[in-house]
């Protein structure tokens, strides 16, 4: 069994609710929590939604899944995640999702919403594969898509066009990695076309439009767009390891955690390229954690000279012998003996600290 997750629910009421046809001042979105089971899904996208589950996938690498029983064995098998759970949700209700001042969502409850747009763009009538691009994109469509999301889920602060325009750029990035996804299972350069196009990878894949989009697979333009592509991400090297979590709401959660205070970029930067053994993703990341690192002995280093001093008097010659003997300070230690030796024998070292 999954585990069980908290679930932040709104209720539309409707309009003739009240009894005596009068407005009431409670009328309108009443919030509530409810539990519900989640299975584990594909390592590579955390947990899976089941009924009511807060959880979702907010930097998926490939077709999400859920866990269903195999027939013959013990050992369970994967199959694809629909959100039928947030589909079949009683009329009236949403899913409320917090916003941070950015506008970016945040909480479980945006992971969730992350996972239902995928399932949106993955119904070929919302999103069809045959267009080439997100641009050729009918606009009747991507309304559609806003609406089916607004129906289910509810914002705060409200949405505006704004939160619509971010939303828009999910359905895309979904859409693109759904595409990527299906060549990932049916592309083979040794198969001719009609082989590839004559299976279908997923049983939510439309047969017509699999077909227009294997075509554009072997057509040149399509093949040279998958070259430009694979050299392009051959360079891309700024990856990380926080698996499902989206960084706004890593951010938020390390907010909540420091009382209020946001975290430094250059801590963001630094957890989310080192595993959890403590091994870094790769070289140019270790290169940068290691600058960010010194940078922040050396301001360490500052506020230390800043709080605790190096004072040279005619009684008193006041190091921080143990903190700071390393970089600058030993040519302070240095006029300090010089001092004593020439001027004024009776100075003694005294090193103190200031909290």
């Given at each position: 069994?999954?585990?069980?997750?908290?679930?932040?629910?709104?209720?539309?009421?409707?309009?003739?609710?009240?009894?005596?046809?009068?407005?009431?001042?409670?009328?309108?979105?009443?919030?509530?929590?409810?539990?519900?089971?989640?299975?584990?899904?594909?390592?590579?996208?955390?947990?899976?939604?089941?009924h009511g589950s807060?959880?979702?996938?907010?930097?998926?690498?490939?077709?999400?899944?859920?866990?269903?029983?195999?027939?013959?064995?013990?050992?369970?098998?994967?199959?694809?995640?629909?959100?039928?759970?947030?589909?079949?949700?009683?009329?009236?209700?949403?899913?409320?999702?917090?916003?941070?001042?950015?506008?970016?969502?945040?909480?479980?409850?945006?992971?969730?919403?992350?996972?239902?747009?995928?399932?949106?763009?993955?119904?070929?009538?919302?999103?069809?594969?045959?267009?080439?691009?997100?641009?050729?994109?009918?606009?009747?469509?991507?309304?559609?898509?806003?609406?089916?999301?607004?129906?289910?889920?509810?914002?705060?602060?409200?949405?505006?066009?704004?939160?619509?325009?971010?939303?828009?750029?999910?359905?895309?990035?979904?859409?693109?990695?759904?595409?990527?996804?299906?060549?990932?299972?049916?592309?083979?350069?040794?198969?001719?076309?009609?082989?590839?196009?004559?299976?279908?990878?997923?049983?939510?894949?439309?047969?017509?439009?699999?077909?227009?989009?294997?075509?554009?697979?072997?057509?040149?333009?399509?093949?040279?767009?998958?070259?430009?592509?694979?050299?392009?991400?051959?360079?891309f090297e700024d990856?990380?390891?926080?698996?499902?979590?989206?960084?706004?709401?890593?951010?938020?959660?390390?907010?909540?955690?420091?009382?209020?205070?946001?975290?430094?970029?250059?801590?963001?930067?630094?957890?989310?390229?080192?595993?959890?053994?403590?091994?870094?993703?790769?070289?140019?990341?270790?290169?940068?954690?290691?600058?960010?690192?010194?940078?922040?002995?050396?301001?360490?280093?500052?506020?230390?000279?800043t709080h605790k001093?190096?004072?040279?008097?005619?009684?008193?010659?006041?190091?921080?012998?143990?903190?700071?003997?390393?970089?600058?300070?030993?040519?302070?230690?240095?006029?300090?003996?010089?001092?004593?030796?020439?001027?004024?024998?009776?100075?003694?070292?005294?090193?103190?600290?200031?909290?």
């Amino acid at each position: 069994m999954g585990k069980k997750r908290k679930l932040n629910i709104g209720h539309r009421r409707p309009e003739n609710s009240n009894q005596h046809g009068q407005p009431n001042e409670n009328d309108g979105i009443e919030s509530s929590t409810r539990n519900a089971e989640e299975t584990q899904s594909n390592p590579g996208h955390g947990e899976e939604v089941m009924h009511g589950s807060l959880e979702s996938n907010s930097i998926p690498s490939d077709i999400e899944t859920e866990e269903i029983q195999a027939e013959k064995e013990s050992k369970r098998v994967r199959g694809p995640t629909r959100m039928l759970d947030v589909w079949d949700m009683q009329v009236g209700d949403f899913i409320i999702v917090n916003l941070d001042k950015y506008g970016r969502t945040v909480g479980e409850e945006a992971t969730t919403l992350t996972r239902f747009i995928g399932s949106v763009v993955r119904r070929p009538h919302f999103a069809p594969i045959n267009y080439i691009s997100w641009k050729k994109m009918p606009k009747e469509n991507i309304d559609d898509m806003l609406e089916a999301i607004e129906s289910k889920f509810e914002f705060v602060p409200p949405i505006n066009d704004t939160i619509r325009e971010m939303l828009k750029a999910e359905l895309n990035e979904k859409w693109r990695q759904w595409k990527s996804d299906i060549k990932s299972l049916a592309y083979n350069p040794s198969k001719t076309e009609e082989e590839i196009a004559s299976k279908l990878p997923d049983d939510r894949v439309e047969p017509s439009q699999y077909r227009d989009l294997v075509h554009h697979w072997f057509s040149e333009s399509g093949q040279k767009t998958s070259e430009i592509n694979r050299r392009n991400r051959a360079k891309f090297e700024d990856v990380h390891c926080m698996g499902t979590k989206s960084l706004p709401r890593l951010i938020d959660e390390k907010k909540k955690l420091g009382k209020g205070v946001s975290p430094k970029r250059k801590e963001i930067y630094i957890q989310t390229r080192t595993r959890k053994d403590g091994t870094i993703v790769n070289e140019k990341a270790a290169r940068v954690i290691e600058e960010l690192r010194n940078m922040m002995r050396l301001k360490h280093l500052n506020q230390l000279k800043t709080h605790k001093g190096i004072h040279l008097g005619m009684k008193t010659y006041s190091l921080k012998c143990k903190d700071l003997i390393k970089g600058g300070v030993s040519a302070a230690w240095a006029r300090f003996q010089n001092v004593k030796k020439q001027r004024h024998p009776h100075l003694k070292m005294k090193s103190y600290v200031i909290e």
